[in-house]
């Protein structure tokens, strides 16, 4: 009984400090979209330039989220977060410095290696610390702090003064995580599942073996299909969810909406997120995979529907609460699957894989908007494209969840 209490103490201490770790990586991911406008101003930025701004940091992702995972499988998930979390302390702080276009792009890129690298940990973490049957839960909880940390940087962005005010969103962002840096130390404790497959790796096979089947994680024993629909759903998700994350206070400004109008559309958009984090993931662990998938994309695209009929300040911030709600609820759930399709052995590399393929998505949504909307195309016309793309990544997730769940590893005793 006391072993069974350590261990559940352990595993709420673990998906704390995840939450607060996603809470500070969801304010770093908004603040360039809310310090944006200001930024522009002061270093005389275009528009198609400003989405080379918000896509730079998403392309520090791609190659994070792979590494990341992977070393996850290597060194452990602690190290590998504790690793991530300084990168992006550091170079959060570093924007702050920031004197043209180019130490701009930069500075976001080395954050988003940062800001990469921590979720595929974050993600692996939460799912081997919680029971059989609050995982899903377990990881929705932890994503909930992504879209709340975002709801935060648009409260700072709001409050913050003048032209100058954009540098406190980067502050925040950086300090936050170098003093997150100590607790995790401290008090978070490594997975007892990688720590146990670890072990059954290295006594069943060799060396060089145990690589080999971590590189193929991809594709052996049947997953290379499920791989495939996984990696689909995430690039149509999040194409359009960041599109939305980067764009959407510039959308509602462009409808001669005011900038506090703009922030309230922007923080009602985070609060449904971080609400749909938590009870959508949760709902696979009542009712299913299946179900929550499908009712999760059918409301993406009311939600978007709702922002393309929106033309007033409550209509806005109704549509950009469903927005959050769906989006960012769906993102957690994609995130669960993602985590209960590998093996312990190889489930960073497996994870991370999905969320760099993710991050291609996040990279081109805020580029090619920002490359339309330059031309001339109205938010209505990219709002109403995004529905057929969610289609289609709704059908790659139900594929997905057709496929049985492999077993965890047996975590040792405590």
Wanted: proline content about 4%.
């Amino acid at each position: 009984m006391q072993r069974s209490t350590n261990t559940r103490a352990n595993g709420a201490v673990t998906i704390g400090l995840c939450l607060i770790v996603a809470l500070l990586e969801g304010l770093d991911l908004q603040s360039t979209g809310i310090a944006a406008p200001r930024m522009a101003r002061e270093f005389h930025l275009a528009v198609a330039q400003m989405g080379w701004a918000f896509s730079i940091g998403a392309l520090g992702l791609l190659p994070g989220a792979a590494i990341g995972g992977r070393l996850a499988d290597t060194l452990g998930r602690k190290r590998v977060l504790m690793l991530s979390v300084a990168l992006f302390g550091v170079f959060s702080i570093a924007t702050t410095q920031v004197w043209d276009l180019n130490s701009l792009l930069a500075a976001r890129f080395l954050t988003g290696l940062g800001l990469g690298a921590a979720m595929p940990n974050l993600i692996a973490l939460c799912s081997e610390a919680a029971s059989p049957d609050q995982r899903n839960t377990a990881v929705g909880a932890m994503y909930c702090g992504m879209p709340f940390g975002a709801a935060l940087a648009a409260v700072i962005g709001i409050v913050s003064p003048g032209d100058e005010g954009w540098r406190h969103i980067f502050y925040v962002g950086g300090v936050g995580p170098l003093l997150v840096l100590p607790l995790l130390a401290i008090f978070m404790q490594e997975s007892a599942h990688f720590i146990a497959a670890r072990s059954a790796v290295s006594g069943s096979r060799a060396s060089g073996e145990a690589r080999s089947s971590i590189a193929q994680a991809l594709w052996k024993e049947g997953r290379a299909g499920t791989t495939v629909a996984l990696w689909i759903s995430y690039l149509g998700t999040l194409i359009v969810l960041y599109f939305l994350i980067n764009w959407l206070p510039s959308l509602v400004l462009s409808r001669g909406l005011t900038r506090v109008q703009s922030g309230i559309v922007q923080m009602m958009f985070n609060i449904g997120g971080g609400i749909g984090a938590i009870v959508i993931a949760s709902l696979m662990d009542r009712i299913g995979r299946r179900r929550t998938v499908a009712g999760m994309y059918l409301g993406i695209a009311v939600a978007l529907a709702a922002l393309v009929a929106a033309n007033g300040g409550a209509s806005m911030a109704c549509g950009g609460l469903l927005a959050g709600l769906f989006l960012v609820g769906g993102q957690s759930v994609l995130y669960a699957l993602a985590s209960s399709i590998y093996p312990t052995h190889v489930r960073g590399t497996g994870v991370g894989a999905a969320v760099a393929v993710g991050r291609m998505g996040s990279i081109l949504g805020p580029l090619i908007a920002g490359q339309l909307l330059a031309i001339g195309q109205s938010a209505s016309v990219l709002l109403s494209a995004s529905i057929p793309l969610i289609a289609v990544a709704a059908i790659a997730a139900w594929l997905v969840v057709g496929k049985p769940a492999p077993a965890y590893a047996p975590a040792p005793a405590q």
